[in-house]
């Protein structure tokens, strides 16, 4: 398979920054870059295998409680899904060979081995898989974009994530499961953006994303979710639901799914900061009462030895 069937557009700003040209052999950028998101998109329920069309992951409020969730553009009409009801089924359609080329050194695999690859360009015949930030509410409250990080990635193999412009451009390498920290990425307001999106080894992959932002309120908004995976036509869908959504995050503690959190929440909840603060006090008071004891005892024992001590009057 070629090189350049890695390579493809950059990300896009949707409405407001080009696209480059790409050079002459490369895949044009596909159109479905240009999308724009209706307020009254519903929620749709019930699990689902999505294998094939134009799927993002992007911030949205649902009962006024901000999450991260999948939009599914493959029908007619798009809606709203929620990660745990959801599988992406990339099949062994997705199959390339990584190019024999040392600017792919950082997938950290071996030239010409054939891997699952979600491609930045769209390929008819694989799942497209992207992200956006242009929910009308979102876009009204958020303060100049949001961060979506990895947080932890539960599989048989690596997962990468990057970019590439058209014109050979080095690849920018956004996610990397080998990485033991938390990788954020900024994503300005209305931004729709696709990736490639490499499986090192088939099997079901558990991806943790943290989505993120400061709003133009001031409050801070925070939520984890777990996208599901089925990578090769072997694995198996009903694993992939079934899998808990306990993956190991940065320092390998567990980075839990907790689904929609309370618009103004951060990552520890609302009363974090509040509780804290007592916490903190009520030591403080523990301690000065300590030394206030400390010190009325020690007194107590010099009265009692003055007292104890006939005086002198200075012979020896």
Known sequence: MPAERLASVPAERSGSVPVAQPSPGLQQPSP???QSIAADQPLATGRVTLATGHVDIGPRYVDDKWTLLVHDG????????????????????????VPDDPAYAFLGIDAGKRVHVVPQVQDQGVVWLGWNSQDPRVMQTIDRGVTLSLLGV?????????????????????WRSAEPAAQPMWVEVNTHTHANW???????????????????SGEKVSATRTL???????????????????????????APDDGPAEAGDSSGGPGTPLLAALVGIAVLLAVALVVVLVRGAGARRRAEFERSTPPTDGRP
């Open 154 to 174: 539960r599989g048989p193999g690596t997962l990468t994530t990057f970019l590439q412009s058209g014109n050979f451009a080095a690849p920018q390498v956004l």
């Open 198 to 216: 490499v499986f090192s080894t088939p099997g079901v992959y558990l991806v943790s994303v943290q989505v993120s932002a400061d709003l133009i």
């Open 32 to 34: 479905g870059l240009q």
């Open 74 to 97: 493959t029908q007619a009409r798009p809606v709203w899904r929620d990660p745990d009801e959801t599988v992406f089924r990339v099949s062994d359609a997705a199959l390339q060979a």
């Open 228 to 254: 599901r995976f089925a990578v090769g036509d072997a694995a198996s869908v009903d694993e992939a639901f079934a899998a808990a959504a306990d993956v190991p995050g940065p320092g390998g503690q567990g």
